[in-house]
Nanobody, 127 residues
Framework: QVQLVESGGGLVQAGGSLRLSCVASGRAFMSYVAAWFRQAPGKEREFVAGIRWPGGSLEYGNSVKGRFTISNDNAKSTVYLQMNNLEVEDTAVYYC????????????????????WGQGTQVTVSS
């Protein structure tokens, strides 16, 4: 059973930064795509960023390009999301997820394509 555990959320002022972490049990990310999604109240789950493991292709949602950076650490089986220049509109619960297809080439942005999810971490940006 794959387990994903996010951490690093919190309250920050607009313009500030946060770094989220997602640790996978065992080597659950190896040869898979890991991604970050977010969901604000009353809105659909939105793709934020994705990375092909162990390293290579990156993809970002249009609303975070230039501000967020996804990265990974093989040895720690961890994926990170560095969020800079945060905006009030970034307020949401952030989820880590894994696509079930091993060695998939395309980083998909549809949440329905991901099978394992973390419990989520709240990010609140105040004005």
């Amino acid at each position: 059973q794959v387990q994903l555990v996010e951490s690093g959320g919190g309250l920050v002022q607009a313009g500030g930064s946060l770094r989220l972490s997602c640790v996978a049990s065992g080597r659950a990310f190896m040869s898979y795509v890991a991604a970050w999604f977010r969901q604000a109240p009353g809105k659909e789950r939105e793709f934020v960023a994705g990375i092909r493991w162990p390293g290579g292709s990156l993809e970002y949602g249009n609303s975070v390009k230039g501000r967020f950076t996804i990265s990974n650490d093989n040895a720690k089986s961890t994926v990170y999301l560095q969020m800079n220049n945060l905006e009030v509109e970034d307020t949401a619960v952030y989820y880590c997820a894994r696509n079930p297809v091993r060695r998939i080439i395309t980083i998909l942005s549809d949440a329905r394509e991901y099978d394992y999810w973390g419990q989520g971490t709240q990010v609140t940006v105040s004005s």
